[in-house]
């Protein structure tokens, strides 16, 4: 499996400021002046490469959507902002005609991309979409009215079809066992476990495992989230913001890592960024993150890796 990660920010696309581009230039420039001066002919691409992680790396804005592909065989999940530059990578590939995709719930954040989502404008092509909601795709039409959007939703020349997945089933889509689990968040929101050649991804956004029945949550989750190769899971906040937002449906960095080495997890991924935190702070968090993995006195922390969900990155399994 191909698994790609079109967008991993929380709650609104939040595209870098000026400010914090302007910082980073600075950090960079500054950088670089200490090379060469030690080094004059140092080549400007081994630099960049030898930069600092907080300078270097950018989060990116776009809200969720991930791809997951085996040869022609792919699903989408989730139609936030990130869904707009898969739409355009898919029709530059030669398009498919039959998209299959699994909504993990109806927040802006997790549909806002389908109005910009070219497939969905193009006669002949055939689109599935899978909810635990049995008026999805009321939602969608209410989403893209006249007066928020200039193309209504039944205006669009796909073809449309939408399918109720309940929580806690499992279906074959696309050559994939698709199971779902139900998480806690308001309004409802599904995991999605994805299994092909003995291989398990699992997608699980906006939860909020986190507060006294933490351990009892855990618990109870295991057998849906137990060997998990690959798992992209909420870690929106801080301790501190989790304490002070109680019932957003979120959890912090420290809880998804406490929940990945319960769980007996390969590799956790950290996603839907809280979009008040500049980059710097969301790879600070990842950093205490790893620190709470060092000192676990977990078993599993040593076949456990972390790392921060970046827009764009790629993972096989
Ligand atoms: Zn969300
Ligand atoms: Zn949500």
């Known amino acids: ?16 400021t000026s400010a914090e ?3 980073r230039l600075k950090r960079a420039l500054e950088f670089a002046r200490d090379r060469w001066q030690t080094d004059p002919q140092k080549p400007a691409a081994n630099v960049i490469e030898e930069l600092p992680i907080e300078t270097a790396t950018l989060i990116g804005g776009e809200t969720t959507c991930v791809e997951v592909r085996d040869g022609d065989d792919f699903l ?7 869904a707009r530059m898969l739409g355009y990578e898919l029709m530059g590939k030669g398009p498919p005609r039959v998209y299959n995709i699994l909504l993990t719930h109806t927040h802006w954040d997790h549909m806002q991309g389908w109005p910009f989502f070219v497939p969905g404008y193009l006669p002949g092509h055939e689109l599935h979409i899978y909810s635990a909601f049995p008026d999805c795709e009321e939602r969608f039409i209410r989403q893209q009215t006249f007066e928020h959007f200039p193309v209504e939703f039944k205006q669009m020349a796909s073809s449309r079809s939408f399918h109720l997945f309940e929580n806690d089933t499992h279906q074959e889509i696309s ?5 779902s689990f139900n998480l806690k968040h308001p309004g409802g929101a599904a995991a999605f476990k994805i299994e092909r050649n003995g291989k398990k991804f699992i997608f699980a956004t906006d939860t909020e495992y986190f507060g006294p029945d933490l351990a009892e949550q855990i618990e109870m989750s295991r ?14 906040y801080t301790m501190e913001d989790a304490s002070a937002k109680i019932g957003w449906g979120h959890t912090p960095t420290q809880n998804t890592i406490e929940c990945a080495l319960q769980w007996n997890v390969r590799k956790l991924v950290l996603t839907h960024h809280e979009p008040t935190y500049i980059d710097a702070k969301v790879l600070e ?3 205490d993150g790893l620190e709470y993995l060092t000192d676990h006195d977990s078993k599993n922390k040593d076949t456990l890796t972390v790392e921060v969900g970046v827009e764009g990155a790629v993972y096989s399994l």
């Open 1 to 16: 499996m191909y698994i790609k990660l079109w967008g991993v920010r929380g709650s609104i696309p939040t595209p870098i």
């Open 21 to 23: 581009y302007r910082s």
């Open 76 to 82: 989408i999940l989730d139609l936030g902002t990130g």
């Open 175 to 179: 050559g994939f066992k698709v199971s």
């Open 223 to 236: 057998g849906f989230f137990a060997d998990a190769d690959l798992l992209v899971m909420d870690a929106q």
């Open 285 to 287: 968090l990842y950093q």
